[in-house]
């Protein structure tokens, strides 16, 4: 199989067969993110494409998860991502989901038919970061669309039959906008109803664009404990019909899942109860990214 550069992946996706069709991301200019800020945007070849197929159906016949690699796979045109999915279900006959991340620009870049289509392939369950119901955050952290147009396009692609997951990125807006920020983040993901909600705190990266407006003053980070609640009013304000709630990022200090609207209560009490068992340094401290295995004290 071919890697380049950077690989990231959910959590969720470990034994989902990584299919590299696109290097880097092509939009890369997100305010927080240090992902992939030193490697250039590009296609992975097509040759290098159609032998991976051919690889991971030696390796995995039994796969019936495809996610493609890397930031935004979901940006390739329409017919490039038909090709790579017919090619995908010739040699993977079981595999019935394709996703990866997603982009609001790169549904745009579609037509309804050809979302139709992609549906129809078994595309679904993209994962899409649109971080903050507040049109300001969203504009402030550089996403690339206003609110506006990031409900429009997901709205398009769950009339075309694709589900999604939502990224929520809690504490965004700084410490003086925790309510405001709760009940917007919320608003958007009762809006456009994703299959699952993603949440996590934000944490300023080194290297990150955030980490030189907090160095300046420019932005204001929230802490341990103020992130803690804006997580649990959020969650009280989300009013899902049938969703996977997801704070199991290793950035979230209590990690904490469920199914919505069942678990709610039990989600919400989870994490006030947490919240007390943490010393006042940690809660006075910034959210950090951690990594998989390390306890968040
Ligand atoms: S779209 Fe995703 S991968 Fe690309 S810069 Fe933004 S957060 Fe990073």
Not at 18 to 38: E, I, P
Not at 65 to 76: K, P, Q
Not at 156 to 174: C, P
Not at 249 to 258: C, R, S, Y
């Amino acid at each position: 199989m071919h890697y380049y550069g950077m690989t990231f992946r959910p959590p969720y996706e470990a034994n989902s067969v990584l299919l590299q069709v696109t290097v880097g991301c092509s939009h890369n200019s997100c305010r927080f993110c240090t992902m992939y800020r030193d490697v250039p945007f590009e296609l992975a070849p097509k040759n290098e494409i159609l032998g991976d197929i051919i690889e991971a159906s030696r390796r995995w016949p039994y796969a019936r998860r495809v996610f493609l690699l890397n930031g935004d796979a979901f940006v390739l045109s329409a017919d490039k991502l038909i090709a790579i999915a017919e090619e995908i279900h010739k040699h993977l006959p079981l595999v019935t989901t394709i996703t990866g991340y997603c982009t609001i620009m790169a549904i745009a870049n579609k037509t309804d038919e050809e979302l139709v289509q992609l549906a129809q392939l078994g595309f679904g369950e993209l994962n899409i970061g649109i971080e903050s119901g507040l049109d300001d955050v969203i504009q402030y952290m550089n996403k690339g669309f206003t609110l506006d147009e990031a409900r429009k396009q997901l709205l398009r692609l769950k009339a075309a039959g694709i589900t999604f997951s939502l990224n929520i990125i809690n504490a965004a807006a700084g410490p003086h906008r925790i309510h405001e920020a709760a009940v917007a983040n919320a608003k958007i993901c009762n809006e456009v109803q994703p299959y699952l909600i993603f949440n996590s705190p934000l944490h300023v990266d080194e290297g990150a664009e955030l980490e030189r407006d907090v160095e300046d003053g420019a932005f204001e980070e929230c802490t341990v404990g103020q992130y803690i609640d804006e997580e649990i009013e959020f969650v009280d304000q989300l009013d899902q019909e049938n969703c996977i709630f997801f704070g199991l990022h290793v950035a979230n200090p209590i990690p904490v899942q469920g199914l919505l609207p069942r678990d709610k209560s039990k989600v919400v009490q989870a994490l006030r109860e947490g919240k007390k068992r943490f010393p006042e340094n940690v809660l006075n401290s910034h959210p950090h990214k951690g990594f998989e295995g390390r306890l968040y004290l």
